[in-house]
């Protein structure tokens, strides 16, 4: 096995992480909430909580879970809401009970909440009132037994959360009625449980930490297995990362991103946990005039997410009078991040956009660029600590350096397999350890990754392979260009040609105008036959671009 990252690593990361140092995640937040008490852990709607609080309430809600409920180590328990301060309770107050957490997506359909929660056998269920109506629709047929609600302002002053909860409920209408019977309260839940003694429950690096599922966009929804040890392992890689570039300084990250998705939920919601830093949550990041007045309210330090997110807060006219002065980094992930983007943004906040690489089968980090990157490289960087990346053909045998193929993990962050299904665990999980991500790539002569595309969004046009990333980024440079998906469009003489679908900013901006603009950077089989221009692309709540939509509104009809 090639090690060529090994000569290019920063001097300050060491090649292995002690997998030893903790034996789970509570115990990562139990040494945690013992170093940093009175610091103030997590902020939304302009309330904190320090440390201490997080470790009474989730104690509470540990209590309850185990005590009233009568729950027993390793059954699951479902959290579907976005991010609020009962979100990290109900996350550690899960694992502390020695439960296991399944992130749920709030935006779920009935389809999509009722396959997870039969698919993760969850047997109660934490959720925001504003879904409940689409949990009672399915809920019979589901084994779901206790349902505790919450609503958005309840963790807040009594006067501040009964004035959101009215504004949301009544003004805005953000909440179908619904009924659930024998629900509880999430206020009830944490009152019950702290009429018990509480003690976190022991767990170890084979106990399971979260189901965590993916690929719902493309098919039926499977659930990752995600130890403990995944878990561990990957805090304690980000964090031999970062450690140097962050010192001890305690700051503030801005955790826009949902914590059911497993880049804020590692990046943010764990790793940061372990520095004693606040995690400043956003509630809704695609109310951008929003998102862009709390960040000139607040002294941030870090910011992590997806490339549509930094171009939307670029677009925003009111970015650019942000104070960066304490602005360390931004951290890239979960898509490509463009060319355009990272360039525009080092000039508006004097910081370079650090991309990194995973998956959620990878817990998430599997690759990362150093931190003291001068300039945007386009690459997602080299394998973390205790990593090894491989690029492999078909037949799953290693290819040569420079050698395009797919990216292959190994390490002890690459989960356990998914949840009950044998054979798609074999697909993509190989005998001696390397998961298969689906990512086509290569690998330079320094170590670093470049990824090309996703495997199964590739073009074939004529018989020469045109990845959708690379036209992305070269139409993504037109100036009047917001944001465009690329896909592949049926075609009887070339069998597909290239289709780019855009939100353009300038109305002038014609189909012709920007084929020319194509023409000067992509050979002519890449360049877009077809354009259509529209207001919006479908996106996942994340931020990332539905391609399967585009092809369903456009080529297929659905």
């Known amino acids: 096995m090639q090690k060529p990252w090994l000569k290019s690593y920063p001097e300050s990361v060491p090649e292995n992480i002690d997998i030893n140092e903790f034996s789970s995640v509570a115990n990562i937040f139990d040494t945690s909430i013992a170093k940093f008490g009175d610091l103030p852990a997590y902020t939304n709607f302009g309330k904190t909580l320090s440390y201490h609080e997080v470790d009474v309430y989730t104690a509470q809600l540990g209590a309850y879970l185990k005590n009233e409920l009568g729950l027993e180590k390793g059954d699951r328990v479902a959290v579907m809401m976005p991010n609020l301060l009962q979100n990290p309770i109900a996350i550690f ?159 503030t990250i801005i955790t826009a991103l949902p914590l059911y998705h497993i880049f804020s939920l590692t990046a943010n919601c764990l790793t940061f946990m372990r520095y004693g830093w606040c995690n400043y949550l956003i509630t809704n990041p695609r109310d951008m005039n929003g998102f862009v007045k709390e960040l000139k309210a607040v002294d941030f330090n870090v910011l992590t997410g997806v490339n549509t997110l930094f171009n939307g807060l670029l677009n925003h ?38 991309e990194a690489y995973g998956l959620t089968e990878t817990s998430p980090a599997a690759c990362m660029n150093p931190m003291d990157l001068k300039e945007f490289n386009g690459k997602i960087g080299l394998p973390i600590s205790s990593t090894e990346v491989s690029i492999q053909d078909d037949d799953w045998n290693e290819i040569a350096i420079g ?41 330079d002569e320094a170590g670093f990754v470049q990824i090309v595309d996703r495997k199964k969004d590739m073009i074939l046009v004529s018989g020469f392979n045109v990845f959708p990333n690379e036209v992305e980024e070269v139409i993504a440079d037109h100036p009047d260009v917001v944001e465009v998906g690329v896909i592949g469009k049926p075609d009887e003489h070339s069998g597909e040609v290239v289709m780019a679908v855009v939100v353009k900013s300038d109305d002038s901006l014609t189909e012709d105008a920007l084929r020319d603009f194509c023409r000067e950077g992509l050979t002519s089989y890449k360049v877009p036959k077809s354009i259509i221009f529209t207001d919006e692309l479908p996106k996942t709540n994340v931020g990332k671009i539905l391609r399967r939509e585009l092809r369903d509104q456009y080529i297929t009809g659905t």
């Open 317 to 354: 006219p009111d970015f650019k009078t942000i104070d960066f002065s304490n602005f360390a980094f931004a951290l890239g992930g979960g898509m490509a991040v463009q060319r355009g983007v990272a360039e525009r943004w080092k000039e508006v906040t004097h910081t370079t956009l650090i």
């Open 93 to 251: 107050g899960i694992l502390r009970a020695g439960l296991v957490v399944v992130n749920t997506n709030p935006l779920y359909t009935t389809r999509e909440l009722k396959h997870q929660l039969n698919d993760s056998g969850a047997k109660a269920i934490i959720i925001v009132e504003n879904f409940a109506s689409v949990l009672e629709q399915v809920i019979d047929d589901t084994p779901i037994e206790q349902v505790i609600t919450t609503k958005m302002g309840d963790m807040l002053s009594p006067v501040k959360g009964f004035l959101i909860n009215t504004v949301v409920k009544y003004v805005k209408k953000m909440v179908p009625a619904f009924h659930l019977k024998d629900a509880i309260t999430f206020n009830q839940a944490l009152k019950l449980g702290s009429q018990h003694r509480f003690q976190t429950v022991s767990t170890d690096h084979e106990d399971i930490a979260f189901l965590q599922y993916t690929g719902g966009t493309t098919g039926v929804s499977k659930g990752a297995i995600l130890t403990n040890r995944n878990m561990v392992a990957n805090m304690l890689q980000a964090s031999a990362w970062i450690d140097n570039y962050l010192g001890d300084i305690k700051g």
């Open 403 to 443: 050698e395009q193929g797919e990216i292959c993990i190994r390490g002890p962050q690459v989960m356990k397999g998914y949840w009950q299904r044998a054979k798609e665990t074999s697909n993509v999980l190989s005998n001696d350890g390397w998961l298969h991500t689906g990512d086509i790539g290569f690998m």
